[in-house]
């Protein structure tokens, strides 16, 4: 008990923190950076659901981000539907998707199901890219309208502190909702999978209906981060949801701790802000990537919250001394 | 009679190789079976096609005169059909009682879809109860707390046993429950399984150590090259002599 509290603790810290970041940052850039990076939130908890409590890496988030963005832009430009209910329509729309690229693949065990998610992130671009009646191919869409009935709503979302509020609103509500998720009877399961996916059969459970459950949920998320994202820039392309992309997801979950509530956050977060200090490294991106992969699995394989524990624990031990 | 777990015919062919040909037998409430035979007989592919793992190629299975064999593997669970595993299979993460109460979830899903957006952690007051007598029985009482990675082989064993108990089943499949065990943790399995009985599940058990098998069973089917050899009581397949040619001779 006093460890559920303590975590409580965790997150209010975390939320007062992000509450008032805005107010410690003057340059505008990055405020746009913060807002990116609770969009990622959204994504990582996600990712986190099916890679980190459930056991299965899927490399399709950012194809599920390009589905809710595409989904709510089109709805929102073709039929002129009002921006909250389209980005409500997003997760549901993303939701469809995700069941046909799931049942299938998560029937059976085991290693299918990343390359099936990868070859569906692969085949969302490309048709992204070349349904240029509905999608304008290449050149993307814009001018995709912000929530708040524009620049007489009463409150401005097309100001950055503005939709970094409304962004912090949406990513700890999902937040939540993956807490409540993983500590429920269900999460359980979720668990129980991932470690040992045929005593859950055993057990008289049916371990795809679960597998499901979690893959369908982060696509879910990851589509509506993908609607915030595309109201936020008022502009999407296909580039931007792209295999590249998916992985950015794999990495924050690892990076900043899987199956953890607080990991994903600080990996969202570590996977946005990195990069620009490694600009000059762009060419190299994959590499670099591929670098911190295996150099975090080995030296820290319950990603910075694990390590972050670890040395909270040795700290409290000294002191016990 | 009134058998809990009726097979009739059962056959498993992987790709050519027949693994099991016409086997047929029954076994009544509280009655614990023993399935013996030599390596490689069928006894493991027994118990996965009567727990739906893979279908049969052919006959019925019926648990308490229904008919399963058309069921996946959780719907057997559901239907009241548990099994172990001839390897240790457990959740390393979860503490000994995390992994019982999972081994009770069949039973409690059936409560409702929303029900399992409930905290993991609580337990309805009687589903405790229940699971602390499945614990005390196995023994397992004063390791609920312990994570499972940091219990003894032995304790998993028992406690895979423990898991199956929690959906309260009609039967129960044991796959060398015993092996790697010391002697005096094959005494403890050995009042385990006659206590199984004693509490009214059908046991089927496949050991390779005799003497525990001629100690807890009421009758003993024998199995080589996936057919049925004999059947009978324990000092009936002692003295059988196609038994002891096919298998007893090696073992004993
Ligand atoms: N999944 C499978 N695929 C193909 N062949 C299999 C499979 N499972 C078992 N077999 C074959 O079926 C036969 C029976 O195997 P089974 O595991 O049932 O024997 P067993 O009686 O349990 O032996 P042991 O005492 O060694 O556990 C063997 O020839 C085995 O190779
Ligand atoms: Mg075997």
Same mark, same amino acid.
Not at chain 1, 84 to 92: E, K, R
Not at chain 1, 103 to 130: C, D, E, Q, W
Not at chain 2, 12 to 15: A, L, P, S
Not at chain 2, 127 to 140: A, K, N, S
């Given at each position: 008990m006093t460890l559920t509290r303590k975590n409580g603790l965790l997150y209010l810290a975390i939320l007062a923190g992000l509450i008032?970041?805005?107010?410690f940052i003057s340059t505008k850039y990055y405020i746009h950076l913060s807002v990116l990076a609770l969009i990622w939130v959204i994504v990582a908890q996600g990712q986190n659901l099916i890679q980190g409590f459930t056991g299965y890496v899927s490399i399709?988030? +950012?194809?599920?981000?390009?589905?809710? !963005?595409y989904g709510t832009a089109l709805l929102g430009l073709n039929f002129?539907?009002?921006?909250? /209910?389209?980005?409500?329509?997003?997760? /549901?729309?993303? +939701?469809?998707?995700?069941l046909v690229a799931? $049942?299938?693949?998560?029937?059976?065990?085991?290693? $299918?199901?990343?390359?099936?998610?990868? !070859?569906?992130?692969?085949?969302?671009?490309?048709?992204?890219?070349? /349904?240029t009646d509905l999608t304008n191919g290449e050149a993307g869409l814009m001018g995709i309208p912000k929530p708040g009935a524009g620049k007489d709503g009463a409150i401005n979302f097309a100001d950055r502190t503005t939709y970094y509020y409304f962004v912090l609103i949406a990513a700890t509500g999902v937040t939540a909702l993956t807490a409540l998720i993983v500590n429920s009877r269900l999460g359980r399961v979720l668990v129980a999978i991932r470690q040992n996916e045929t005593l859950v059969g055993a057990a008289g459970l049916a371990a795809w209906k679960y597998k499901l459950f979690a893959f369908v949920v982060s696509a879910m998320f990851a589509g509506f981060a993908g609607a915030l994202y595309a109201h936020y820039q008022s502009f999407i392309n296909p580039e931007i949801f792209t295999i590249a992309q998916s992985m950015d997801a794999v990495l924050a979950v690892i990076l900043g701790g899987s199956g953890t509530i607080?990991?994903?956050?600080?990996?969202?977060?570590?996977?946005?802000?990195?990069?620009? $200090?490694?600009?000059?490294?762009?060419?190299?991106?994959?590499?670099? $990537?591929?670098?911190?992969?295996?150099?975090?699995?080995i030296f820290m394989p319950r990603g910075i919250v694990g390590l972050a524990s670890d040395a909270l624990g040795l700290l409290k031990k000294r002191r016990a001394r | 009679?009134? *058998?809990a777990l009726d097979v009739r015919d059962l056959g498993?062919?992987?790709?050519g190789v027949k693994a099991l040909d016409g086997l047929s037998f029954g076994i009544a409430r509280g009655e614990v079976m023993g399935l013996i035979g030599p390596n490689g007989s069928g006894k493991s592919t027994t118990v996965n096609t009567l727990a739906g793992v893979f279908p049969a190629t052919s006959g019925e299975i019926r648990l308490r005169g229904k008919p399963v064999h058309h069921l996946p593997e959780y719907a057997r669970v559901q239907a009241g059909l548990t099994r172990t595993f001839q390897t240790a299979s457990v959740f390393p993460e979860f503490t000994v009682r995390e992994q019982v109460l999972l081994g009770a979830e069949p039973a409690r899903t059936r409560r409702g879809v929303w029900s399992?957006?409930?905290?993991?952690?609580?337990?309805?007051?009687?589903?405790?109860?229940?699971?602390?007598?499945? *614990?005390?029985?196995?023994? *397992?009482a004063d390791l609920a707390d312990t994570r499972i990675e940091e219990v003894s082989a032995a304790d998993q064993r028992f406690l895979m046993i423990a898991t199956a108990l929690a959906a309260d089943p009609a039967v129960i499949l044991l796959d060398e429950p015993a092996a790697g065990m010391v002697s005096h943790e094959r005494d403890r399995l050995s009042h385990l399984i006659l206590a199984l009985g004693a509490r009214g599940h059908a046991v089927l058990v496949i050991e390779h150590h005799m003497s525990l098998i001629m100690k807890v069973c009421d009758r003993i089917t024998v199995l080589n090259f996936g057919e049925k050899i004999a059947e009978g009581t324990p000092r009936e397949i002692r003295s059988d002599q196609r038994v002891v040619d096919a298998y007893l001779g090696e073992a004993a």
């Open positions: 008032v970041l805005p107010s399709a988030q +950012a194809g599920f981000m390009g589905i809710g !963005a002129g539907l009002p921006v909250w /209910l389209t980005i409500l329509s997003a997760p /549901l729309i993303t +939701a469809l998707f995700a799931g $049942y299938p693949s998560l029937r059976v065990k085991g290693h $299918y199901f990343a390359i099936v998610t990868l !070859a569906f992130n692969m085949v969302i671009f490309i048709v992204l890219l070349n /349904l607080t990991g994903p956050i600080i990996g969202a977060f570590a996977i946005v802000f990195l990069p620009e $200090y490694l600009r000059f490294a762009d060419s190299f991106r994959l590499v670099i $990537y591929g670098l911190i992969l295996i150099l975090a699995t | 009679m009134d *058998l498993k062919t992987f790709g399992m957006l409930r905290s993991g952690a609580r337990m309805e007051p009687e589903l405790r109860g229940r699971l602390d007598e499945i *614990l005390q029985l196995t023994g *397992l």
